[in-house]
């Protein structure tokens, strides 16, 4: 079994920052790449920003600039910090990984968190 857990939600005002962490655990061999996706009341999850093993990131044209992915391999954590607030950055943030569970099963396997709230008041 694997778990994500994703903490550092929560209530702030346009323009403040927030630091989003999510922490796998369980059966873990290794994580290929980790990822923040966030879905706002109505619409669909899209994807916020993306790391590989080897730091390589990508991010949504909406957070360039704004938030900032990282990684500790070593812990099996991602970070997602997030400056400059938009009440539009209002949504469930997700964590996601691609985890392979042993050194004899070399599939990588999608895993999610169950969430975490981020409302940005005007």
């Known amino acids: 079994q694997v778990q994500l857990v994703e903490s550092g939600g929560g209530l702030v005002q346009a323009g403040g920052s927030l630091r989003l962490s999510c922490a796998a655990s369980g059966s873990i061999f290794s994580i290929n790449t980790m990822g923040w996706y966030r879905q706002a009341p109505g619409k669909q999850r899209e994807l916020v920003a993306r790391i590989t093993s080897g730091g390589t990131t990508n991010y949504a044209d909406s957070v360039k600039g704004r938030f900032t992915i990282s990684r500790d391999n070593a812990k099996n954590m991602v970070y997602l910090q997030m400056n400059s607030l938009k009440p539009e950055d209002t949504a469930v943030y997700y964590c996601?990984?691609?985890?392979?569970?042993?050194?004899?099963?070399?599939?990588?396997?999608?895993?999610w968190g169950q969430g975490t709230q981020v409302t940005v008041s005007s």
């Open positions: 996601n990984a691609d985890i392979r569970r042993s050194r004899s099963d070399y599939t990588f396997r999608n895993s």
